[in-house]
């Protein structure tokens, strides 16, 4: 036995006697509170924060000469939240990187628990993921999905650079530990094209169209937004807004995180404290419970990645 008998510690005369005999045991009292385990409302440890793809593009040029995927696998920069400690989630539950792949290039198949979804900001005709054996067809706007434990790789078969935004729940996972992670046996699944539709891809011109077709006078007609999916995968929901001339959008708070990304366009969003000016492919995220609100005075659309599935599902979803 290690520590002190049940007797020892039956006899112990002073709390500061008996505290250092419980850490010795692996136990701490509850009511001498060393940590916060209960608080009236989230603080959120994550920090509002924004990133810029024109930098992120020029550090994916500079790995594109200095790194190749059959090195990296993925040539990906993550978003790392600025807080004391993190050096990988974005927000609580969701991961987002920069991905780049090289004409000519292969990033290989594999396949993994934690569900993902990609978000194309410039490709040209000739990029792809193929998922689970179909080659889904990637150019600016689109929103790919390759959910839970379906194998996925990316091509190039254009005469550009690909760059696009992942965004996945690698965190969740993380938190709850079902990670299973597979390398596709052979390096790259081979892809049939794409006939037609498929629930995994959402196409921009599809996207553009529903845009166009919405009813407006949402949130004070400054705001358009349609769903991508319904949720798009069992953990993250997806929408896409667009912001009209001269929006200014209603302050809103949720217990949801909420990733944004800038599809075109520019404007600002107010996160609690902070303002972040944001132009196409930078990425905005509102952590859970922090107020934000979007502006745009030339107009913008904004793809939104929401945790909201996960707070629904476990009874957690608030919103004021
Ligand atoms: O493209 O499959 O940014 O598995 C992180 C993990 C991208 C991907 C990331 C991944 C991928
Ligand atoms: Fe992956």
Redesign the pocket.
């Known amino acids: 036995m290690t520590g002190s008998t049940q007797g020892d510690l039956a006899k112990t005369a002073t709390l500061d006697e008996l505290y250092p005999k419980l850490a010795a045991i692996e136990m701490g009292a509850g009511w001498n509170k060393p940590t916060a385990s209960l608080w009236p409302s989230p603080g959120s440890t994550f920090r509002p924060f924004h990133w810029r793809y024109d930098q992120a593009k020029g550090a994916l040029d500079a790995a594109g000469r200095l790194i190749d995927t059959a090195l990296a ?2 040539r ?3 978003l790392m939240n600025p807080i004391a400690g993190n050096n990988y989630a974005t927000a609580a539950t969701t ?5 780049m792949i090289m004409p000519g290039e292969q ?1 290989r198949s ?1 396949r ?1 628990t ?1 569900n ?1 979804l ?1 978000l194309v900001l410039d490709a040209k005709p000739g990029a792809f ?1 193929v998922v689970d054996g179909v080659k889904l067809p990637m150019l600016p706007g689109d929103v790919l999905l ?1 959910p839970n434990w379906s194998w ?3 091509g190039n078969e254009s005469d550009a650079p690909a760059y696009w935004l ?1 965004f ?1 729940d ?1 965190p969740i996972v993380h938190l709850l530990n079902p990670m299973f ?1 597979e390398p596709y046996p052979g390096d790259f699944e081979p892809g049939t094209e794409l006939a037609g539709t498929s629930p995994l891809l959402f196409r921009w011109e599809d996207t553009e169209r529903r845009l166009d077709d919405a009813a407006g006078g949402q949130n004070g007609a400054h705001a358009v937004e349609i769903k991508l999916g319904d949720p798009a995968l069992d953990t993250l929901a997806l929408s896409m807004i667009r912001l009209t001339p001269d929006a200014e959008t209603t302050p809103v708070r949720t217990t949801a995180n909420n990733v944004y990304a800038c599809v075109s366009g520019e404007g600002e969003t107010e996160v609690g404290d902070a303002r972040f000016a944001w132009r196409r492919g930078d990425v905005v995220v509102a952590p859970a419970w922090e107020r934000h609100r979007h502006r745009s005075s030339g107009g913008a659309v904004l793809f939104r990645v929401s945790d909201a599935p996960i707070m629904t599902k476990l009874g957690f979803f608030r919103s004021e």
């Open positions: 696998e993925r990906n920069l993550i991961v987002v990187a920069y991905q990033a594999h993994h934690p993902a990609r993921t390759t996925h790789g990316h992942d996945l690698v992670f």
